[in-house]
């Protein structure tokens, strides 16, 4: 996929930013939220935007999503621990693999494959990051071990693969449908518009 040009850049990070504040408050979701779409933002962040900075300006937004709903809408801080520093890096595992399979993402069936595989395990491997430091260093648990922790992250890393790739599915039914019925420059479709 070639980089986006600067208008759709723009366009693609505040439309990111937006879903991400609407969906960060509620990180499970219920009936009336949708699941957090951090995860995926970060993933698809890396195959649209791909900038380092665009990471940086991703990271400190949720950071400053998730200091405004504890401080203002009183959501919990029970995960607010010295393990949240770990939370770049487990964002930059997501992010990253999104740049890894974006010269590979041209639409083709392959590519969504690809693309979908990556999520799969990008997501599964930045939650064992943000998990593992919460579990491990969180102090939360009095006395960790590794068959709670492996019992742990069975029972809800699921959820959050889960969720990171259903919103991935949704980009990619929408960037199929875009370049299925969007004129290209140079495209016949686009003279004749």
Known sequence: MKPLSRPMFTAVAAIFAMVMIATRFHHFGDALHLPDASMALFFLGGIYLRKHLAFVGFVVLSVLVDWYSIRYTGVSDFCITIAYSFMPLAYSVLWYAGRLVAPRYDG??????????????????????????????????????????????????????????????????????????????????????
């Open 108 to 193: 083709s069936l392959a590519s969504h494959v690809t693309v979908f595989a990556a999520i799969l395990v990008g997501a599964t491997l930045s939650y064992a990051v943000s998990n593992g430091a919460f579990y491990w260093l969180g102090g939360r648990y009095t006395d960790p071990n590794m068959t709670q922790y492996v019992e742990r992250f069975a029972q809800w890393a699921p959820l959050f693969v889960r969720a990171a790739a259903g919103y991935v599915l949704v980009a990619q039914a929408i960037q199929a449908l875009v370049f299925r019925f969007a004129p290209r420059a140079g495209d016949g479709r686009a003279a004749q518009a």
